[in-house]
């Protein structure tokens, strides 16, 4: 069966096709990786007691924390001489993790990519600049193999100096654009101010790797006279590509032939029902050297249960939220501090986000939500009205972004705490009080 | 005449104020007027010094938050009526004032009016035209 008849096969033979895949998955990472191993062992399961996907959420959970105590190699499933690269992320907390890859896996992963980029209209014309970056992060690479599969013209420029970045795009007439979106944002705003956009032929954006909003999309769609799509993917799972939206822009195909999403509780583990919001999980079908098994993404989204107009059978998921280490519950409503830094940024109108602080404590049974933001710059002003009329549209966009109502305080610059240089985002008294 | 006045952010918590005052005072810098405007939570404090660009650079290295205005200085006789004239002139010319205050002038039995308007320049050319030119560098700056 070939790869692209997967995208559209029907639910019930890509389940067989999954539990297949499953089945021989957890023998060998049982047999071959001794930390999922012992973690059967701990909860008495044993590889046969997997017969497909309906007995996935029996399986032990894996977790970053895994490829630190098994750094660098520890987790692979084959040996080094079958492993043809590996790609490595340092993360801003802690030690770096590896990851690898068989010629298999390499296959596969362009194939995810070239899927992506052939349903969003990419073809063997086109020029492709990937302004990802090369090297051990997965972004660069990635999409680069995906872009050659297709047979597109790849520019394989890299992240960084933009004014070189801009030039190449129009001597080399690139049509598409792959990098992350804030990346995409600063070389549209550039362009725009330098006046070029009609010497441009670009006209598809690929663009991923950080959270983004609807409104960034719309922006940089206006500003560089493009359609962009998002892109899902992260190095412990794959790299870029694990799921891509269709031409339709509404939530990303999860590739479910090579990975199986699952939403949990990120406090319980429970598997949450289909459409709800919760931690998300994968687990990978068919790679050889680094299989992953109920993976904790930490990445806070929701699945659409909804068939895609695209007819693709292959589930989507909606644009993760943010991250569950993150995630606050005021009054009942899941609130994200990137939602928080996303307002202030709006009004601030600069690229530094404004140091704030989130305060909660609970006062009669109800949570009070309180942020402090320093004052700066971008919000002085030399009369009073000014200042409370940028409060009100601090206070107004928190409301209509978040859903519920916080008390916004100007307080003076640097009066945030930090703690080893960064500020403490979050202080929550609520504990043990009604 | 148009003048250079400093504003300041400063959050209503205790010692804010006398943070600001001590820079200044401890970089030799005279405050000829101080106006605070305020709400529960913070308030502009509005300086007048004798040297404006020092007293910003002081400020600012201590991390707090000061922007330079233009605002029109006026010297008025410490008389009933003195503001009235000023207000009645502007009013019915397009001109909106933002705030204004009064304070204590170097030269005896004078105020000085200071105004913020949503326009400096036609402001300044308005009080020139009516004789009221007549606030002199020395007594705001040190010269
Ligand atoms: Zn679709």
Known sequence: MNSASLEYTDRESLKAIQDERLINTVKRSYERVECFRLRMQEIGLIPDDIHGTEDLAKLPFSYKKDLRDYYPYGLFAEPMENVARVHASSGTTGKRIVVGYTKNDLEMWADCIARMMREVGVTEKDFVQVSFGYGLFTGGFGVHAGAEKIGATVIPISSGNTANQIQTMIDFGATVLCSTPSYAMYLAEEIERLGLKDQLKLRIGIFGAEPWSEEMRGKIERTLGIKAYDIYGLSEVMGPGVAGECRFQNGMHVWEDNFIPEIIDPDTGDVLPLGATGELVFTSLTKEAFPVIRYRTRDICSLIPEKCPCGRTHIRMHKPQGRSDDMLIIRGVNVFPSQIEEVLLKVSGKEITPNYQIILDRVNNTDTFDINVEMSDAFFADDIKSIEKTEKTITEGLRSTLGIGAKVHLVNPKSIVRSEGKAKRVIDNRQGKI | ?143
């Not at chain 2, 002081?58 to 000023?86: C, F, H, W």
């Not at chain 2, 002139?89 to 170097?106: D, N, P």
């Not at chain 2, 009016?113 to 007549?134: H, I, Q, S, W, Y």
């Open chain 2, 1 to 143: 005449m148009i003048i250079k006045q400093l504003s300041v952010f400063l959050e209503n918590k205790q010692g804010r104020l006398e943070a600001a005052v001590e820079i200044l005072a401890s970089a030799g810098i005279d405050i000829s007027a101080l106006s605070l405007a305020d709400t529960a939570d913070y308030g502009v404090l509005r300086l007048l010094v004798d040297q404006p660009a020092l007293a910003e650079e002081k400020l600012s290295e201590s991390g707090i938050i000061v922007r330079q205005t233009r605002v029109n200085a006026v010297a008025m006789k410490d008389v009933p009526g003195g503001a009235y004239g000023i207000l009645r002139l502007l009013s019915g010319t397009g001109i909106s004032i933002e705030y204004m205050y009064a304070c204590v002038g170097r030269v005896s039995g004078e105020a000085l009016m200071v105004l913020r308007t949503d326009d400096t320049e036609k402001a300044e050319k308005l009080l020139e035209d009516n004789g009221f030119n007549n606030v002199s560098p020395q007594d705001i700056y040190r010269i």
